[in-house]
T-cell receptor, first 115, second 112 residues
């Protein structure tokens, strides 16, 4: 079984400040890890993913995440927050050993950005 | 680039009615997933199809059924609707040999 824990249902930062959204996963097999962003009343947009290879992955809009197997973590960071980053962020995991496995999502973290 | 298309975008139904949601995957994607996202909740997997065959099943109620057609589009049929079925329903597609699900904009179902 797989699971994802996102620490903090809400994270507040000031514009220009560092963004850190935490994600820890549990998986009995090597995982694929994803971060999706959801703006109000919209669908899920892929930010970035880790499958194999380099453990530091870069995504869209200046976000990046690092896969740390020893810590079972995949935290999302951005050096400088922008007002347009305000949205809900979901970390998700799927199995690497299957070609069509489902995603298991965390509960989500709402990012609030203040001027 | 072409994205996943879902229709309708919004749907309002009465209790005990039926609803059909449609999903058109990205061209040449052969796998479709359905997820349900309740208010303030994370998306929950319902069911998936690969090459027109059901490939996995999650927490889909017996009142719901789905299928994937020869052109790879998928339909989620929901009967005897309950108030608790009010949610955002997402479809996602993945290409053969791919590792990433791409989500549609969702259908917001409201049951009154």
């Amino acid at each position: 079984a797989q699971s994802v824990t996102q620490l903090g249902s809400h994270v507040s930062v000031s514009e220009g400040a560092l963004v850190l959204l935490r994600c820890n996963y549990s998986s009995s097999v090597p995982p694929y890890l994803f971060w999706y962003v959801q703006y109000p009343n919209q669908g899920l947009q892929l930010l970035l993913k880790y499958t194999t290879g380099a453990t530091l992955v870069k995504g869209i809009n200046g976000f990046e995440a690092e896969f740390k197997k020893s810590e079972t973590s995949f935290h999302l960071t951005k050096p400088s927050a922008h007002m347009s980053d305000a949205a809900e962020y979901f970390c998700a995991v799927t199995r690497r050993d299957s070609g069509y496995s489902t995603l298991t999502f965390g509960k989500g973290t709402m990012l609030l950005v203040s001027p | 680039a072409a994205g996943v298309i879902q229709s309708p975008r919004h749907l309002i139904k009465e209790k005990r009615e039926t609803a059909t949601l449609k999903c058109y995957p990205i061209p040449r994607h052969d796998t479709v997933y359905w997820y349900q996202q309740g208010p303030g909740q994370d998306p929950q997997f319902l069911i998936s199809f690969y090459e027109k065959m059901q490939s996995d099943k999650g927490s889909i109620p017996d009142r719901f059924s789905a299928q994937q057609f020869s052109d790879y589009h998928s339909e989620l049929n929901m009967s005897s609707l309950e108030l608790g079925d009010s949610a955002l329903y997402f479809c996602a597609s993945m290409g053969q040999g791919g590792d990433t699900q791409y989500f549609g904009p969702g259908t917001r179902l409201t049951v009154l």
